[in-house]
């Protein structure tokens, strides 16, 4: 095999390797988004790190800016800066109410 060959394998190799997913994220909402819809939406952030993000923002209450992620656990500014198109800082998602029983 000449060494164009061999590059052109290995590139094509690559590129069958990488996940498109590696590559974008999707938008989501940090002050209402679910663990699983943080861990699906955001790039680097798996399910340890989305449960972090959930229970820092019970905890402190709603992020006022995507930088305030680095102060969740396991979270840096990398990781904030490659999902900064993503991440949408929108109301907090109501509760739900339990239902009343009727008497």
Do not use: C, W
Not at 32 to 59: C, F, H, M, N, W
Not at 60 to 69: Q, R, Y
């Amino acid at each position: 095999m000449n060494t164009f060959n061999r590059i052109l394998a290995a590139l094509a190799f690559a590129a069958l390797s990488l996940s498109p997913a590696a590559f974008a994220g999707k938008p989501v909402n940090i002050n209402a988004a679910s663990a699983s819809e943080l861990a699906d939406s955001l790039d680097g952030i798996g399910d340890a790190k989305a449960q972090a993000i959930v229970a820092y923002r019970t905890t402190h209450g709603a992020f006022k800016s995507a930088d305030a992620l680095v102060e969740v656990k396991g979270i840096g500014l990398k990781t904030v800066e490659k999902n900064a198109a993503f991440i949408k800082l929108g109301a907090v998602a109501p509760a739900v109410a339990p239902a009343v029983a009727a008497k």
